[in-house]
């Protein structure tokens, strides 16, 4: 009879099922602690496996990079992970920035990828310089989650500089780092600052077209040198939650079209795109659990998905 049909799942079903599909364990874990109840310690027991004896993580843990090499983006995954477990802090987060003031540039920044003894494979989009440059990309946001969680280490004092520097004295970008821009001006804690450099930040964003503001015609925003053919952000890219400080750069109307859109990004199977090039196998069918968790908590986040199941809180480091 028709009032017996089933209704069809609902779109974190659909995830769900996606997850356990394709996922690493890491991100499966991730979606259970954070949509199903589940404990913080399997995350934290997943995550180190990507822990290297320096201090840093290596192993693939962003999928642009493998090798079992600590890098500087595999540390600011790591910080995100154990920011959203609560568990940013301790004897773990101080050998990490032990590490992190070892793999610095002489200004006291990180550069996006540390040269390797060996020439392990990585996203040609992350070029490899015997003598990288510091880059507000990397060390942006992982100054921001360390501030963000009161840690205290002498590697942030010239690390955070070079970031207001970078920010206060930027003429022009591109999308990502206005995203690493973003992270760590909402983790600092000068926040008068903090709010008056994002006040300028989001102009240049709206006067250089660096984020699209209407995804519906965005085959007609121009895209950021070097970047694949449909490789934009929109504003929830920028403002992952609505107490971002970039929250401001868009209305309210901007802002709904833009959680729409991500909302119907969502594909037949239960997963979200990746929009940046494609390099690797790989690197690609692990690039997309993480994309999705993403989408997820950031639909979460401003109300478009159920909150009947949140993460239990912050835990005691271990």
Do not use: K
Not at 124 to 149: A, F, I, K, M, S
């Amino acid at each position: 009879m028709p009032g017996d049909e089933a209704s069809p799942p609902s779109p974190l079903a659909r995830a769900e099922q996606f997850i356990w599909l394709t996922a690493r364990v890491l991100e499966q874990r991730r979606f259970a602690f954070h949509f199903l109840g589940g404990e913080a310690d399997p995350v934290d027991t997943a995550l180190g496996s990507y822990l290297n004896d320096d201090g840093g993580y290596g192993h693939a843990l962003d999928p642009d990079l493998r090798g079992p090499l600590s890098q500087p983006l595999h540390c600011a995954h790591a910080l995100r992970v154990l920011d959203s477990l609560g568990r940013c802090a301790g004897q773990r987060v101080e050998r990490l920035c032990g590490h992190l003031t070892r793999a610095s540039t002489a200004e006291g920044a990180l550069p996006v990828v540390s040269p390797a003894p060996r020439g392990y494979p990585a996203a040609p989009y992350h070029p490899v310089y015997d003598d990288p440059p510091g880059e507000l990309l990397t060390t942006g946001p992982v100054v921001g989650l360390l501030h963000r969680n009161r840690v205290w280490h002498a590697w942030l004092f010239r690390a955070t500089d070079f970031c207001w520097d970078r920010i206060e004295n930027m003429r022009q970008s591109h999308p990502y780092e206005v995203q690493s821009a973003v992270a760590f001006l909402d983790g600092v804690p000068d926040r008068a600052r903090a709010a008056a450099a994002a006040d300028r930040l989001g102009r240049l964003v709206r006067e250089r077209n660096l984020v699209v503001l209407d995804p519906w015609r965005r085959s007609q925003h121009p895209l950021s040198p070097g970047y694949a053919p449909g490789e934009h952000l929109y504003a929830y890219d920028v403002a992952r939650r609505p107490e971002s400080l970039a929250r401001s750069w868009f209305t309210d109307r901007e802002m709904a079209r833009a959680l729409d859109f991500l909302a119907c990004e969502q594909q037949p199977d239960g997963g979200w795109p990746v929009r940046r090039r494609a390099w690797a196998p790989g690197s690609s069918l692990e690039r997309r659990p993480i994309a999705t968790l993403e989408a997820l908590l950031t639909l979460r986040a401003y109300g478009r998905l159920p909150a009947a199941v949140s993460p239990r809180g912050p835990v005691p480091p271990r």
